[in-house]
Each structure stands twice: as C-alpha cells, then as structure tokens.
C-alpha cells in the first residue's frame, strides 16, 4: 500500500479515483496501520484507525462506520473500495452508488465484461451470474455456467456470466447485518465472503461495470501498474446520474 514508484502511494491513487467519481461527499481512509493513517493525512484524506483482527474489508468498513455514526454521520450509502485496485474507473463507481436510486437495494457491487477465455477459466477471477433483473445468484471461482449433457462450449462472451469486482456498496442497516453474520457454508466452500449474505437470504444487486480493474497483490502486479501509469493520464470525473444525493454518500477503503 505505501509503494509510492509513481510518486504517490499505491492506495492513493485509488481515493483519487474514488474522489474522481463525484459520486462520494465523504473519502475515509479505513486502516489498522499508523503509516498509512498518516500518508493519507498527509496526502488531505481523512483517515480512521481500525483493529488489526478483522475477518474481512466489510469488518473494517463496519467498525470505520460505527465510529463515525456515533459522531452523528450519516449516509444513504457506505461503499467498500479496497485500497489495492488503484486503477478503479470513477464512472464504475459512480454507477454502484447510482444503483440505489431504485427502490428496494440495499447491497450492490459491479461486474464486467470477460476480456478472454482464460479469466472465465482463471479460479483467482470471481464470476457471477444474476437473475433477469440483475440480482446476484451466486458467484464462483468456478467457470460457471457449466456446459453439461453434450452441449457445445460457448465462448463467455455468450454466456450470462460476468467477471465481479469487489465494491461492495451497502445501507448502513445492510452493512451492520452482513458484519454480523457469521461464516456460511458456501463461503467456506469458494472463500468468497459475499455468499454468507447470499445464504442469509441477502440480495446482491449487480451494476454494470465497463472494465475490470487490475488489482494489485504481486510485485509483478505492482511493475505492471507503475508501466501503465507512465503512459496513461490520470482518472477523469464522472457523472453519477440517479437520484442518490451525494452529499449523503460515504465511500471507505479498507
């Protein structure tokens, strides 16, 4: 998080993509670590310190957003942006948020497009497939849908699979539910912390998304990132359109 190769820390390119988006009137940097605390505060990011023992991001956004509403904050949404995908597209963003302005969503995340076969086969890439009016049905590190009794192979660019991103958007009301759960079967099965609210009978609106991001987790990840960077413009604004009123929008990165 704190390789600065293009002259900023790698988390701060992604709160500049999240303040991109125009879609957030509150950034807060959700953490457990001192030096990142203060290279966000250095950097004009508010900052929130959290415990070093959370499960998931979704355990550290909810502490981060407990703090803050006994202070009196309050939020239409509270987004989970992780600080590792610092190539997030602000519009994407902008999008999950936007999802709320239709009634009845309580969690949101994004999916893309597979730009190849391999990412659809990859099991280190999460796929979802949804219902005819865009609610998760399951995720998988599995190639799903599968091809079964004899059917010829479709390339996935055909099939009703997306690739997930993992920003999770949530009410306040959902996040404090989905934090209080405790570990599901299928969540054990594909270690993906988003099937423990699907199994609780939680429902997941999918956004589109135009791209995946490239998250960074290797070395390599991170050269790749700091080549790209050379050679590409920074992240522009977007418009969030919808009816959600971002002044009242809360975006974390954990």
Not at 21 to 30: K, P, T, Y
Not at 125 to 148: E, M, T
Request: aromatic residues 6%; proline residues 7%.
């Amino acid at each position: 998080m704190l390789l600065a190769e293009t002259g900023r820390c790698l988390f701060l390119h992604t709160a500049d993509a999240v303040r991109a988006s125009g879609a957030f009137a509150r950034i807060v940097i959700a953490t457990d670590a001192p030096e990142i605390a203060d290279a966000a505060r250095e950097a004009g990011f508010e900052s929130a310190m959290t415990r070093p023992d959370h499960r998931s991001g979704t355990d550290r956004v909810c502490e981060a957003w407990l703090a803050l509403a006994a202070k009196g904050e309050r939020a239409d949404v509270v987004v989970n942006v992780q600080g590792d995908e610092p190539e997030s597209d602000p519009a994407d963003l902008a999008r999950v948020v936007a999802v709320f302005a239709q009634d009845g969503v309580e969690i949101a995340t994004l999916a893309a497009p597979f730009s190849t076969e391999e990412e659809w086969r990859s099991p280190s890439v999460v796929k979802v497939v949804c219902d005819a009016h865009g609610s998760a049905l399951y995720f998988s590190r599995a190639p799903i849908p599968g091809r079964g009794h004899g059917a010829a192979p479709l390339p996935p660019a055909q099939l009703p699979v997306r690739r997930h991103i993992g920003v999770y958007a949530f009410t306040p009301a959902a996040l404090l539910r989905c934090a209080a759960l405790a570990p599901g079967r299928l969540e054990a099965a594909e270690s993906l912390e988003q099937l423990r609210w699907l199994e609780a009978g939680e429902k997941i609106q999918v956004a589109a998304a135009s791209r995946a991001p490239a998250g960074i987790d290797t070395r390599e990840d991170y050269d790749g990132f700091v080549a790209r960077r050379r050679t590409a413009s920074g992240p522009g604004a977007a418009n969030p359109g919808g009816r959600i009123d971002p002044r009242r929008t809360t975006a974390r990165s954990a």
